[in-house]
């Protein structure tokens, strides 16, 4: 007897290719969906070769296989944010917004109208469904754990998403996949999110966002360079300045210290324990929790990136929301997310509107 119908999200990628295998072969009523999030196809989104290669392990596992076209719902809802925050000098991270407002808000919406029961992603994240509520916990394997951004998700929309590859690390994952004869078993795993791919961001920021050359210089007024345009670059950065053989400075890496948008200035340092790029507080604006928010004055743990070690954090106050680390955050920078956990369970996250300093 079936377990349900459960609509799988098929990127053509090896991890949702297993995740349907294995829900397959638990006794659910697989079936998969490839969704288009870009209109525009290019040398760096490879949408079209996704959407063939879920195609042809769909045929493999013999599930039926849907198409839907959300790249409308993306550009209002993820991509308009995304150049609004590079805009106002920020840093964005568009994946959690495509999580919240995407995969699991106009898929898991459009799966239901299939006559889903569940849905699934090839996601590395557990999920664990009580009576009240659903958590969101790490994956067995902390390389691959993608909670961080899964963590804007609301609660109430994970309470029927099923994460079959929580319990597995990505060697076993590829093992699966050849042992099936998935004929996307050694794909290589793709990164960014389709509308920049792996191009230079630069390259695609300047279609869309107007930038003006200005200068690079130190705290003291000097100038040691000139920055393409100050959207292009973030709070800590040290490749791609173009600084090299300044007089009377030490031959050691520069850093990007602070962006003065009024301007049009990147200030640089050689000091990479300078105030500005290493801090213990943060204020965080608009918030996203899973199910009840952090409480005042208790210690949890946190990140602001993918696959950075859990940091012991204070909540030093709620509103607006302030977190104290333990150790030095390096280059936190506004527009990242700070993600809050308690032990292995993801509470949700808020975006970072300031580092503050002791």
Not at 225 to 234: C, K, N, P, R, V
Request: glycine share 8%.
């Amino acid at each position: 007897m079936s377990k349900g119908k459960v609509i799988v999200g098929l990127s053509g990628g090896v991890d949702s290719a297993v995740a349907a295998a294995l829900l397959r072969d638990e006794g659910y009523t697989v079936e998969g969906l490839f969704m288009r999030n870009w209109a525009e196809d290019d040398a760096y989104c490879t949408a079209a070769e996704d959407q063939d290669s879920a195609r042809e392990v769909a045929d493999v596992l013999g599930i039926q296989l849907h198409f839907a076209d959300f790249s409308s719902a993306y550009r209002e809802r993820v991509f308009a944010d995304f150049l609004a925050e590079y805009r106002a000098g920020r840093t964005p991270s568009p994946d959690l917004l495509c999580n919240r407002e995407i995969k699991f808000g106009v898929f898991a919406e459009h799966a239901r109208t299939l006559g889903a029961d569940w849905i699934a992603t090839g996601h590395y994240a557990r999920i664990e469904h009580g009576p009240q509520r659903s958590l969101l916990r790490c994956a067995a394997d902390s390389n691959k754990d993608q909670t961080y951004f899964l963590a804007a998700t609301p609660g109430k929309a994970l309470r029927n998403v099923l994460f079959p590859l929580g319990d597995h690390t990505k060697p076993e994952v590829r093992r699966i996949a050849t042992r099936l004869g998935l004929p996307n078993h050694q794909r290589k795993d793709s990164t960014g999110v389709c509308f920049i791919g792996e191009r230079p961001i630069r390259e695609f920021l300047q279609n869309w966002i107007a930038v003006h050359p200005g200068p690079i210089c130190t705290d003291d007024g000097q100038k040691v360079g000139q920055h393409d345009g100050i959207a292009y670059y973030t709070l800590g950065q040290r490749t791609g300045l173009g600084i090299g053989g300044v007089k009377g400075a030490a031959e050691s890496p520069w850093y990007v210290a602070e962006r003065q948008l009024d301007s049009n200035t990147l200030i640089v340092t050689q000091d990479k324990a300078d105030r500005r790029l290493n801090s213990r507080f943060l204020r965080l604006g608009t918030c996203f929790w899973i199910n009840e928010p952090p409480r005042n004055h208790f210690s949890y743990r946190m990140r602001i990136r993918h696959r950075q070690p859990l940091l012991k954090t204070t909540v030093i106050e709620t509103a607006p929301m302030t977190l104290r680390a333990e150790e030095q955050l390096w280059a936190a920078a506004p527009g990242q997310y700070a993600v809050l956990y308690d032990d292995d369970v993801c509470l949700g996250c808020g975006v970072i509107e300031e580092a503050l300093f002791d």
